[in-house]
């Protein structure tokens, strides 16, 4: 009977995960790089680090896609990029976190990659700004411009980085499992968001080569900046969100 009940479960939180990710995806922040902020990544998380990793990846590959069919139809680029890599991403960010929660982690290797990934970030922030204050670099005689928002949204992943890299040094807790996780799955997908545009431009939409980096490059701001939104919500939401069901449910 418990068998059946953890089923039923399973699958309500899945259907109803899967249609929130498709609703929270129409919420979206239009920025002045034509690119948008949307919150289908946080439930694809969310939902990564409450039934798994492959079923989470499924809750954004299905929820973000078919939510794509409404607005790039004509685009069908657009629509395989977003299937494949929310899978990615939270396939990537739930098995991280299962295995961080079953293993026992070394807190001084963590701090370690947590501050190296902090000063890559850095570096990428300080290029990214002397770029926007150079008002942009030419590549192959295209000029390559980057806007404001890129350095700051590397700037905060940077210092997010840093804070919990001091953090783990002191305590393990599940907060720092969280963000590890989160944050490299949404650092995978930001790269590849950009290297699947590029390459989807030029194979499927059948756009040059320099002008499908340009306009990847311009959609960076966005991937970035809803990489850091979904980050922070996620180390808040998660904890009581996952007591909350557990203790509705009865299920350990």
Do not use: W
Not at 106 to 130: A, E, H
């Amino acid at each position: 009977m418990l068998t059946n009940k953890n089923k039923i479960y399973e699958i309500v939180l899945f259907s109803a995960l899967t249609a929130l990710c498709y609703i929270a995806t129409f919420i979206m922040i239009p920025l002045p790089t034509g690119g948008k902020i949307h919150l289908g990544n946080l439930v694809c998380i969310l939902a990564s680090l409450l039934v798994g990793g492959i079923k989470g990846g499924l809750v954004g590959s299905i929820g973000m896609g078919l939510n794509d069919l409404h607005f790039y139809l004509d685009s069908p680029s657009t629509i395989i990029r977003t299937i494949v890599l929310k899978f990615i991403m939270g396939f990537v960010c739930g098995t991280l976190f299962n295995l961080f929660k079953k293993k026992q982690v070394n807190s001084l290797k963590c701090s370690v990659v947590l501050f190296i990934l902090g000063t890559l970030f850095l570096g990428l922030g300080i290029y990214s700004l002397v770029v926007y204050l150079n008002n942009g670099v030419y590549f192959s005689d295209t000029l390559i411009e980057f806007n404001v928002l890129v350095p700051i949204g590397l700037f905060i992943f940077a210092f997010i980085f840093y804070l919990f890299g001091f953090l783990f040094i002191r305590k393990i807790n599940v907060f720092n499992y969280l963000l590890v996780a989160v944050s490299i799955s949404t650092i995978i997908n930001i790269l590849g968001e950009f290297i699947f545009r590029a390459v989807l431009y030029i194979c499927i939409d059948r756009m040059g080569f320099l002008p499908s980096i340009t306009l990847s490059i311009s959609k960076i701001p966005a991937s970035i900046l809803t990489g850091v939104l979904t980050s922070v919500l996620v180390v808040i939401i998660y904890p009581p969100l996952e007591h909350s069901l557990l203790e509705k449910t009865n299920i350990s």
